[in-house]
């Protein structure tokens, strides 16, 4: 029996929350995300916006530069992630088998659900936009590649214009490389620019292009990564729907709306970062043993380093020190910085055993998951270390 897999994309969720909050907004021209004098850059644009050539991830000062009567909001993250745990409500209310992949995005397994699977999803999209106010665009099909593609099929066939294309396509079980065969190869997964061009000077422009080709000759063009592009052609994805990962890395980073060369600021930004890494572990009941820094100069060149510690920690102080120890092996004085990120990897569940003299580090810990609570439903500046 083949599985029925729902696909639940919000459409430009960050714009439809914004619009909630101000109705005002509505059928304008405006994005969520950073200044155009400060490096900022769209997080998620409005309809009209993208009507005028406005994308996410592109610099807001070009943003501004194609839409001149473009408005400008400041994201709200606390803000999203409320509703977006009001849709996955919604999702959980349906099954368990709920896969959340990003704030406005997930798959849900819904084979074992005894009704009609479009029924059923155009009555989730329905509450969705009733109760929540939120537009989504909704694909059904036999597995999660072909979920995927046929609601981003579906948000560009939309003949909607200036509005959210609330998308909906099913792609019937054996009818899977059929619906793929006529679509651009770069919609596949695994096809990124580099993988596309290299497919275009084979003569392969089309997702149907790459299953017709030969699965040795693509593996051996392609390494692995072939075997893998043959099999998504052909509409083939066993990977089941997975409700639970488990955490790998925390991490923080900044990026500077000016180069900053200033230390003190530096290693005030990486004690802040420090502190929201180690809340979270806190917060999971998890502890790391690898701290990493990322670092990133005025010319985009990239670095990252990383040390080991002696024990896993949840400490900020523990995870600070070592970032900025390992900071200032690779900066020169004063050199700028665009960019300061800490993380931690190496996570497990984090070991506590007292011995007679450790019962003030017990002490400290307990003391900081109250604070940890006060933040959180207090905000950050309702108490700071002294």
């Not at 997702?207 to 990564?225: C, H, M, T, Y």
């Not at 998951?369 to 108490?383: A, N, P």
Request: hydrophobic residues 35%; aromatic residues 6%.
């Amino acid at each position: 029996m083949p599985r029925t897999i729902l696909h639940l994309d919000l459409d430009a969720f960050y714009c439809s929350v914004e619009e909630i909050q101000n109705p005002q907004l509505r059928g304008k021209p405006f994005a969520v995300g950073g200044k155009p004098d400060e490096r900022g850059v769209v997080a998620s644009c409005s309809y009209a916006a993208r009507a005028l050539g406005v994308r996410s991830a592109m610099p807001m000062s070009h943003a501004a530069r194609l839409c001149r009567d473009l408005i400008i909001i400041p994201g709200r993250h606390k803000l999203y992630g409320e509703y977006s745990e009001k849709v996955m409500e919604k999702l959980h209310n349906l099954t368990s088998l709920v896969e959340q992949i990003s704030i406005d995005e997930a798959f849900l397994d819904i084979s074992d659900i005894q009704t009609d699977k479009t029924r059923l999803a155009l009555d989730l999209q329905r509450i969705i936009q009733t109760e929540l106010n939120l537009p989504s665009s909704v694909g059904i099909a036999s597995n999660k590649l072909v979920a995927k593609i046929a609601t981003e099929v579906g948000k560009k066939s939309s003949k909607k214009k200036n509005e959210p294309p609330f998308g909906f396509t099913v792609v019937p079980a054996g009818e899977e490389a059929q619906f793929l065969a006529p679509l651009p190869a770069d919609m596949l997964w695994g096809v990124g620019p580099k993988t596309n061009a290299r497919l275009a000077e084979l003569g392969i422009h089309t997702i149907g292009d790459i299953a017709r080709w030969p699965q040795k000759e693509l593996v051996s063009l392609f390494g692995e990564n072939g075997r893998d592009l043959w099999q998504h052609a052909n509409g083939i994805d066993n990977r089941p729907v997975v409700t639970e990962y488990e955490t790998k890395s925390i991490s923080q980073e900044t990026t500077f709306s000016v180069d900053i060369q200033d230390q003190k600021k530096l290693e005030k930004t990486m004690r802040e970062q420090a502190r929201d890494v180690a809340r979270q572990l806190r917060k999971n009941d998890l502890a790391g043993k690898t701290v990493k820094i990322k670092i990133r100069w005025p010319d985009f060149t990239t670095l990252t380093r990383q040390v080991t510690l002696p024990t896993s920690t949840d400490n900020e102080d523990e995870i600070y020190h070592a970032a900025v120890k390992l900071m200032n092996t690779v900066r020169k004085p004063n050199q700028a910085v665009r960019l300061i990120g800490v993380g931690v990897s190496g996570i497990g569940a984090p070991v506590r055993q007292l011995s007679l003299w450790e019962v003030g580090s017990e002490k400290s810990r307990k003391l900081r998951e109250v604070v940890d609570q006060l933040q959180e439903k207090y905000g950050k500046s309702v108490i700071r270390k002294g």
